[in-house]
């Protein structure tokens, strides 16, 4: 053991991305203590871009995990990969096999089937004329989705009662839809959930206003 040599886990983050978000939330409600190495997805057309930031995370986004001496990208993967590690620094995953699938399902919905379709490179693609009604075009989509899965499966939280990797993805989403003036109203329980969560202290350490990249405009 003695040349095993304990180093704080660096996130490579940005304040104001959701995928980023969900990893920050498992790391505080894990208590895993962190370092924030901030990428500015648009300073100078983007720091993900430069040479030594692919090879980090070769899909030049946020974020990625300097952890236990590896580094990981994809953020469902670096949530998983804490879960299996740590699973019993507070539980993000439940116990039952059909609960876990339904974590997995809201995680899914979200991660692959609504934030992808909003994320900042898509949107330059899009181009400015249209980006709006586009984003709100498919996180409507994919909360009305959300909303019905939720419907069956929601306790206080997500799926029951725990706070899970599904709630981590969801906060962020919630963010991102007021972002783009998504109207919410159809969707109350979303909403709930995210109330239910606005003050918890992991999720509001984790929030793009407390970060240490936040512009101290928006940060006040
Ligand atoms: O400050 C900015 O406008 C740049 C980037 C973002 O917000 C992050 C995203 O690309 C969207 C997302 O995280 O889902």
Redesign the pocket.
Known sequence: MGDIVETKPVLYS????????RVRIALNLKEIPYDIKAVS??KGGGEQHCNEYREVNPMEQVPSLCIDGHTLVESLNIMHYLEETRPNQRPLMPQDCFKRAKVREICEVISSGI?PL????V?IYVGEEKKKEWAQHWITRGFRAVEKLLSACAGKYCVGDEITLADCCLV??VF?AR?FHVDLRPFPIILRIDRELENHPAFRAAHPSSQPDCPPEVAK
């Open positions: 940005y304040w104001r991305s959701s995928c980023s978000w997805l648009i934030q909003q994320n900042l490179i949107l962020p989403q991102n972002r």
